[in-house]
């Protein structure tokens, strides 16, 4: 009877000891099935949170593109036609010798700044200081004997074909005298306008003939450039009309100009006419030889919206623009007007005061959630 009863008991344990050992098992399981699930969610959360298109619920700004926007103004645009010349000087000279000689001396060297009448060159003038004085001599010499033949000729002493040979002779040595004191003062060599040396083609000690070109002399203050537009805009021209005209080598800097002359003469082989521009030549900057451009402008629309190219995005033949509204970057196809190097006229419904993204709109698609981290200032256009 005790046996069985100790039977019973040992039984009891061992069940007791299998039941705990199954639900302990039972709970590892669902501990690690909820771990499992938590991985999970948080893979779905990650994922979620790298769609640029939607916003982190716990952060909201963590999801936004960042962007940099300019305000867009109003302004004055014009239609233009672009060409391209080699700048030429308007008042330009070559300086020559009167008179043969040597060169004594040099005063003036290229670049450097004439007046007119200012003394370039100097020839050895011995030679001609001679020659002066003799023609001197000779004509005080029949100055006095005109004079004696006036007396006699006031009392009817000499007759009047000899009075006026006398005095032909008188008049003729006069000359004679005025010309050698000419041919040294050309001696001097002097600059016929005011300007800068361009070159300077002799040397000291050097035999200068008349035919020898010694300078050149040019007034930078009065540059044109000479184009030659297609006949199709001969009707679009006239004198005075305005011009823009700049260098690639002198950056964000443009010289005003105007249409001085127009030739009536279309060239035949080319198709074109020619057009003398006038440049206001700003400080000198602009130099005879220098290659520019030339924008002739020949319409201006006033106080129009206008869209900086580096707000551009373009799509085969289209321009597009990303106008920020409620921190969402709106995509909007733009409708040009006129347009040059920096801006676009826009016609459609793009206002002024309105952001547009400058840096990190490419690529971009439409509705996209932004944050505006930088604002770049609107050098174009006015208020």
Same mark, same amino acid.
């Given at each position: 009877?005790?046996?069985?009863?100790?039977?019973?008991?040992?039984?009891?344990?061992?069940?007791?000891?299998?039941?705990?050992?199954?639900?302990?098992?039972?709970?590892?399981?669902?501990?690690?099935?909820?771990?499992?699930?938590?991985?999970?969610?948080?893979?779905?959360?990650?994922?979620?949170?790298?769609?640029?298109? %939607?916003?982190?619920?716990?952060?909201?700004?963590?999801?936004?593109?960042?962007?940099?926007?300019?305000?867009?103004?109003?302004?004055?645009?014009?239609?233009?036609?672009?060409?391209?010349?080699?700048?030429?000087?308007?008042?330009?000279?070559?300086?020559?010798?009167?008179?043969?000689?040597?060169?004594?001396?040099?005063?003036?060297?290229?670049?450097?700044?004439?007046? %007119?009448?200012?003394?370039?060159?100097?020839?050895?003038?011995?030679?001609? !200081?001679?020659?002066?004085?003799?023609?001197?001599?000779?004509?005080?010499?029949?100055?006095?004997?005109?004079?004696?033949?006036?007396?006699?000729?006031?009392?009817?002493?000499?007759?009047?074909?000899?009075? !006026?040979?006398?005095?032909?002779?008188?008049?003729?040595?006069?000359?004679?005298?005025?010309?050698?004191?000419?041919?040294?003062?050309?001696?001097?060599?002097?600059?016929?306008?005011?300007?800068?040396?361009?070159?300077?083609?002799?040397?000291?000690?050097?035999?200068?003939?008349?035919?020898?070109?010694?300078?050149?002399?040019?007034?930078?203050?009065?540059?044109?450039?000479?184009?030659?537009?297609?006949? *199709?805009?001969?009707?679009?021209?006239?004198?005075?009309?305005?011009?823009?005209?700049?260098? !690639?080598?002198?950056?964000?800097?443009?010289?005003?100009?105007?249409?001085?002359?127009?030739?009536?003469?279309?060239?035949?082989?080319?198709?074109?006419?020619?057009?003398?521009?006038?440049?206001?030549?700003?400080?000198?900057?602009?130099?005879?030889?220098?290659?520019?451009?030339?924008?002739?402008?020949?319409?201006?629309?006033?106080?129009?919206?206008?869209?900086? *190219?580096?707000?551009?995005?373009?799509?085969?033949?289209?321009?597009?623009?990303?106008?920020?509204?409620?921190?969402?970057?709106?995509?909007?196809?733009?409708?040009?007007?006129?347009?040059?190097?920096? *801006?676009?006229?826009?016609?459609?419904?793009?206002?002024?005061?309105?952001?547009?993204?400058?840096?990190?709109?490419?690529?971009? *698609?439409?509705?996209?959630?932004? %944050?505006?981290?930088?604002?770049? %200032?609107?050098?174009?256009?006015?208020?």
């Amino acid at each position: 009877m005790r046996q069985n009863i100790t039977f019973k008991i040992l039984i009891l344990i061992i069940t007791g000891i299998f039941v705990f050992s199954c639900s302990q098992g039972s709970g590892e399981n669902e501990i690690k099935k909820q771990s499992t699930k938590d991985s999970s969610l948080t893979k779905t959360d990650s994922t979620v949170k790298q769609d640029p298109g %939607k916003a982190d619920p716990v952060n909201p700004d963590i999801n936004l593109i960042p962007v940099e926007v300019t305000t867009i103004k109003t302004g004055d645009i014009s239609d233009f036609i672009l060409l391209s010349s080699n700048l030429e000087t308007e008042v330009m000279a070559d300086v020559f010798s009167r008179v043969q000689g040597i060169v004594e001396g040099i005063y003036k060297e290229e670049g450097s700044y004439v007046k %007119k009448g200012d003394v370039m060159l100097s020839l050895e003038a011995k030679e001609y !200081e001679l020659a002066e004085e003799k023609a001197n001599v000779e004509y005080q010499q029949q100055l006095s004997n005109y004079k004696r033949l006036e007396a006699m000729h006031k009392k009817n002493l000499l007759s009047d074909d000899e009075f !006026e040979k006398a005095k032909f002779t008188m008049e003729g040595a006069k000359i004679q005298w005025d010309e050698a004191k000419l041919n040294l003062d050309y001696t001097k060599i002097k600059s016929p306008i005011t300007g800068r040396v361009g070159e300077r083609l002799t040397k000291q000690g050097a035999r200068i003939q008349p035919t020898d070109k010694l300078f050149s002399v040019v007034d930078n203050s009065q540059v044109i450039a000479v184009v030659y537009v297609p006949e *199709k805009h001969l009707n679009k021209l006239e004198i005075g009309q305005k011009a823009i005209i700049y260098s !690639e080598n002198l950056k964000d800097t443009h010289f005003k100009g105007w249409i001085k002359r127009i030739s009536p003469v279309v060239d035949p082989a080319s198709g074109t006419f020619k057009v003398t521009v006038g440049v206001e030549n700003t400080n000198n900057m602009l130099r005879p030889g220098m290659f520019v451009n030339v924008e002739i402008i020949t319409e201006t629309h006033n106080d129009v919206v206008l869209i900086p *190219k580096t707000a551009i995005v373009y799509e085969n033949e289209y321009m597009n623009v990303y106008v920020v509204r409620d921190s969402i970057a709106r995509k909007i196809r733009l409708q040009p007007g006129f347009e040059d190097n920096q *801006k676009v006229e826009s016609l459609n419904e793009i206002k002024s005061g309105e952001q547009v993204i400058v840096v990190g709109q490419s690529g971009m *698609k439409d509705e996209t959630p932004v %944050k505006i981290v930088s604002e770049r %200032k609107n050098t174009i256009g006015i208020n």
